[in-house]
């Protein structure tokens, strides 16, 4: 599917993305420092392709892979950086082999980790070689597209699609995260919205943040002097321990309410981050059928 295709099938419907991942993987597990999810496809491949299954059967048009932290600087840090290529083809192997013909499949990015409040930004270029590292390993495994996800500087997620646009002509969704009106360094919506459309993006819009009502805040400053297709995926809200375990709090019926006002924004990719699941998938699917 080419870039125009797939902006012609977004005019046509909204398409329903997955839920949370990582915290389906780690429902039942604790894991320690520097663990990423992403040994899973070394270790266990089947686990993660039954979580994307279930998603399939939720009514997901689109999945997403795991390998949000599959770059370099990430990937060190749990000492799997001589299996980058291996885990970015093989999670979008394992997506592809749960979701059949009826899913697309995209390959996820995430960032560095590089990027933090009062430090100085890494140089672009290294930075830019670290996502064309990990475009290029995705590409191996013949993904429909590309997701950027849960950002919070606009020169590093310009920097990651550049790197795609180096090597890929596939349509890329950019998506960036919000507290309060901004990203946790302090760049507003609209900031994040012209840095991602200048460097390549076909899709805009808003992830993980404090939940729906947050997303669906950061969609409405985004829609503003532009027509273009919006992106949806809110957590279910911040997390909490109960008993030695993590709960969200936005049951699905949360996702289910806000998912028509991000239609009336210009949603038209919506799913869910951290904590949503399938039954929040498949009522958001019922909601906007």
């Known amino acids: 599917m080419n870039r125009r295709e797939f902006l012609d099938l977004l005019s046509r419907k909204v398409l329903v993305m997955d839920g949370g991942l990582a915290t389906l993987l780690l429902a039942d597990k604790t894991p320690g420092p520097g663990f990423c999810p992403e040994v899973f496809l070394l270790e266990s491949m089947d686990e993660v392709v039954a979580v994307h299954a279930r998603y399939a059967r939720s009514g997901a048009d689109l999945l997403l892979t795991n390998t949000f932290g599959g770059n370099r600087i990430r990937l060190q840090a749990a000492g799997l950086a001589d299996r980058l290529e291996a885990i970015n083809r093989t999670g979008v192997e394992a997506a592809r082999r749960a979701g059949g013909t009826r899913c697309l499949v995209a390959a996820d990015v995430g960032p560095t980790g590089l990027y933090r409040k009062g430090k100085r930004r890494p140089p672009s270029g290294k930075v830019r070689e670290v996502f064309r590292e990990q475009a290029a390993s995705l590409l191996s495994g013949k993904p429909d597209l590309f997701a950027l996800e849960t950002f919070a500087d606009p020169k590093e997620i310009g920097l990651a699609l550049e790197a795609i646009r180096e090597i890929s002509d596939l349509p890329v969704v950019a998506m960036m995260t919000f507290a309060g009106g901004t990203t946790a360094l302090g760049f507003d919506a609209i900031q994040c919205r012209e840095a991602c459309l200048a460097a390549g993006a076909d899709v805009v819009g808003a992830?993980?943040?404090?939940?729906?009502?947050?997303?669906?805040?950061?969609?409405?400053?985004?829609?503003?002097?532009?027509?273009?297709?919006?992106?949806?995926?809110?957590?279910?809200?911040?997390?909490?321990?109960?008993?030695?375990?993590?709960?969200?709090?936005?049951?699905?019926?949360?996702?289910?309410?806000?998912?028509?006002?991000?239609?009336?924004?210009?949603?038209?990719?919506?799913?869910?981050?951290?904590?949503?699941?399938?039954?929040?998938?498949?009522?958001?699917?019922?909601?906007?059928?």
Not at 253 to 269: F, I, K, N, T
Request: glycine share 14%; charged share 20%; proline share 7%.
């Open 207 to 289: 992830n993980c943040s404090m939940g729906a009502k947050s997303v669906l805040e950061a969609l409405k400053a985004m829609a503003s002097g532009n027509g273009g297709p919006l992106a949806a995926e809110p957590n279910a809200g911040l997390p909490r321990w109960f008993g030695g375990r993590r709960r969200y709090q936005e049951d699905p019926s949360v996702l289910v309410r806000y998912a028509p006002r991000y239609v009336r924004e210009g949603a038209r990719l919506i799913g869910g981050c951290c904590g949503t699941t399938p039954a929040h998938i498949s009522a958001l699917k019922r909601a906007l059928v």
